[in-house]
């Protein structure tokens, strides 16, 4: 019996051996990529949400735009007027020179004319220029006691017509500040009627600036381009960057998007050092996402 049993024993061990082994042997790798099925319905609920989140985030980044844009443009506005102010004050401070050099002209043509040492004899009506004309007043024992001195006639300089106001200047600080309020209506009147008063002005260029920005804030967005355009045409050659850009949102705005994209190009060629190209490239960028769904 216990020939048998023990051949048994041996052949239980080794099966319960061979089956461990068999248990902790790892499984074997697979090249096969892992493929989740596209119909799952988290999935899909996990793509559109990403998709809504870049939709957010683009949208959020136009919007940081066009704010950044607005405030900047009402900076610009109150550096004009004090450019403006800086510009009428020059103009006075060249014109108080002016009148100190009249001034002075006076002061040497009194210092120029004769004094004579003498009496009081001598009235206002009988002034005299030279010792010769003496004889004909005085005795000539009197005139070495004499002290007279010509009446001399200064012409009175009146510091206040002299220094004048410059009309045209305080309207353009004005439109500056109806800007600057938001009054935009008020803006355009004033802007347009220096203009039509007189086009050749050394700020004409910035008064046709103005006026753009004063119909894109009003939302006319057609006649805030035809403003832009012209601006081109002036001396006003630091606001070109700005309607460079400008141009871009007018386009942008009446739904012109390749115009638009052309326009934003044109800033980051001709003006490549200007502070609006990050904002140029990434209307593009927007544009692009949004045109090719």
């Known amino acids: 019996m216990k020939r048998i049993l023990f051949p048994l024993m041996i052949i239980v061990f080794i099966a319960v051996a061979f089956s461990g082994c068999a248990s902790t042997k790892s499984p074997v790798s697979s090249?096969?990529?892992?493929?989740?099925?596209?119909?799952d319905m988290n999935i899909k609920l996990l793509d559109r949400k990403i998709e809504n989140m870049k939709d957010t985030m683009t949208l959020a980044f136009a919007s940081m735009d066009e704010y950044y844009i607005s405030r900047t443009t009402k900076l610009h506005a109150q550096l004009d007027r004090l450019e403006a102010e800086n510009m009428s004050m020059e103009m006075q401070t060249d014109t108080l020179i002016g009148v100190i050099s009249r001034m002075n002209d006076y002061l040497q043509q009194l210092n120029s004319m004769p004094i004579f040492f003498g009496s009081k004899k001598v009235i206002a009506d009988q002034t005299v220029e030279t010792i010769e004309e003496l004889v004909d007043v005085l005795p000539e024992d009197e005139i070495k006691e004499m002290i007279v001195k010509p009446e001399v006639i200064v012409p009175e300089i009146k510091v206040k017509e002299i220094v004048k106001t410059d009309n045209f200047m305080d309207n353009y600080k004005e439109g500056l500040n109806k800007f600057y309020y938001q009054r935009y209506d008020?803006?355009?009147?004033?802007?347009?009627?220096?203009?039509?008063k007189n086009p050749k002005h050394q700020l004409a260029g910035n008064i046709q600036y103005w006026i753009g920005e004063s119909y894109y804030a009003l939302r006319q967005y057609k006649k805030a381009?035809?403003?832009?355009?012209?601006?081109?045409n002036t001396n006003a050659f630091d606001k070109y960057d700005d309607t460079q850009l400008k141009l871009g949102f007018c386009y942008f705005k009446m739904g012109k998007m390749r115009s638009a994209v052309g326009e934003f190009q044109n800033l980051i060629t001709y003006y490549p050092n200007s502070e609006h190209v990050t904002i140029a490239i990434?209307?593009?960028?927007?544009?692009?996402q949004y045109t090719t769904k």
């Open 225 to 232: 381009f035809n403003a832009f355009n012209m601006v081109f």
């Open 186 to 196: 008020d803006a355009v009147e004033i802007f347009e009627g220096l203009l039509s």
């Open 282 to 288: 990434r209307q593009i960028g927007i544009i692009e």
């Open 31 to 39: 090249n096969e990529p892992i493929v989740i099925n596209s119909d």
